[in-house]
């Protein structure tokens, strides 16, 4: 059985990104340094097993509305009642968000879910679905 170990986030301010997650989704921070000899600055986000690593280098760029390519979106699922505490962060906090809240599947089955953009214009979805 294969595990999803880690999903790569290009980001274009750190500090921004760090809280986003952190504040939204209630990540910790578990590592923050620099990749070998590269300019990417890397902090990694815990999420369950596995973790967010949010990339920073200086000529990254926040994703236009009208790109395509690359990773569409990656999903995060929670319990029924952490899906509607971060609903209501969602829109405490201003998250852009990316049509509604409709049911849709994935790898926990069938269940409500509502996509939204992180500060770079990452698609992210939130479903809920775990027991």
């Known amino acids: 059985m294969a595990l999803l170990d880690h999903v790569g986030v290009k980001v274009t301010d750190l500090d921004r990104s760090i809280r986003f997650y952190s504040d939204l989704f ?4 578990v ?5 070998g000899s590269s300019s990417v600055e890397a902090a990694a986000m815990e999420v369950g097993g596995s973790i967010i690593f949010l990339l920073h280098e ?6 236009g509305s009208e790109e395509h390519g690359g990773v569409d979106h990656f999903c995060l699922t929670f319990t029924d ?6 609903l209501e962060r969602i829109k405490a906090m201003g998250v852009r968000l990316e049509g509604g809240v409709v049911p849709r599947t994935g790898a926990t089955g ?3 879910s509502q ?4 500060p770079d214009g990452n698609q992210i979805e939130v479903k809920t679905g775990l027991t």
């Open 26 to 29: 209630g990540f910790e921070m």
């Open 31 to 35: 590592d923050r340094r620099m990749l």
């Open 58 to 63: 200086a000529s990254f760029q926040s994703r």
């Open 81 to 86: 009642a952490e899906f509607r505490e971060i």
């Open 110 to 112: 069938r269940s409500d």
């Open 115 to 118: 996509y939204i953009l992180d």
